[in-house]
Every structure is written in structure tokens, then in C-alpha cells.
């Protein structure tokens, strides 16, 4: 079981900057891996950004060279940077753990934080 809760977004020019944060709290022992997706109005939610346990990432086309997804082991908590940001990149940004099992697969969900990129 593991809870996720989201924090960071908000409204800012074209061109600006956010940094998203999720901390996840529970069986965090169990997470495969941890990513941010987003759902934009009359859009599919689609991947933004992953990381597996042992670090590696993996990007969206639309998003390389723009965002950066990292960790704090510490902390308990992914973050999100988010760089050059147009008005396409507004949505709103979930944050998604993975957990497998033997014959299953579970995706833990946030509530979701509001990014909207308008001037």
C-alpha cells in the first residue's frame, strides 16, 4: 500500500519554470518505479517522466531537454523540474508508483497537481 501525495504546480508564463514534488509514504519498499503523467483536457493521460530503483530515467519525446525527473532516497520524494515551458505543457501531473508481484502488477495514483503555462 502506498500513498502519494503531489505538490508544486500552479500558474506561470511561457518560458518558466516549476518544480513538481511528490512524496510517497507507506510500503515504499516495494516500489519498482515512480513516474509523472499528465492529462491535458480532451487528451489521454500519457507519460511524462520515469525512474526506475536503480536511477534510470526515461522521457517523453515532447519533454527531453526540458524536464528532469530525480529523487530523494531520503526524503521519500520524486521531483518533477520542469523547464521552457509552453502552453502545451499544461494539465494536470500525476504522480504514479508501480509495484509487481509474482502475477500481478498495482499503479498507485496522487490526486493530481494543477500546471497551467499561460501569459
Known amino acids: 500500500q502506498v500513498q502519494l501525495v503531489e505538490s508544486g504546480g500552479g500558474l506561470v508564463q511561457p518560458g518558466g519554470s516549476l518544480r513538481l514534488s511528490c512524496v510517497a509514504s507507506g510500503s515504499i519498499f516495494s516500489i519498482n518505479a515512480m513516474g509523472w503523467y499528465r492529462q491535458a483536457p480532451g487528451k489521454q493521460r500519457e507519460l511524462v517522466a520515469r525512474?526506475?530503483?536503480?536511477?534510470?530515467?526515461d522521457y517523453a519525446d515532447s519533454v527531453k531537454g526540458r524536464i528532469t525527473i530525480s529523487r530523494d532516497n531520503a526524503k521519500n520524494t520524486v521531483y518533477l523540474q520542469m523547464n521552457s515551458l509552453n502552453p502545451e505543457d499544461t494539465a494536470v501531473y500525476y504522480c504514479?508508483?508501480?509495484?509487481?508481484?509474482?502475477?500481478?502488477?498495482?499503479?498507485?495514483w496522487g490526486k493530481g497537481t494543477l500546471v497551467t503555462v499561460s501569459s
Open positions: 504514479n508508483a508501480r509495484i509487481d508481484g509474482n502475477n500481478y502488477g498495482i499503479d498507485y
Open positions: 525512474i526506475n530503483s536503480g536511477g534510470s530515467t
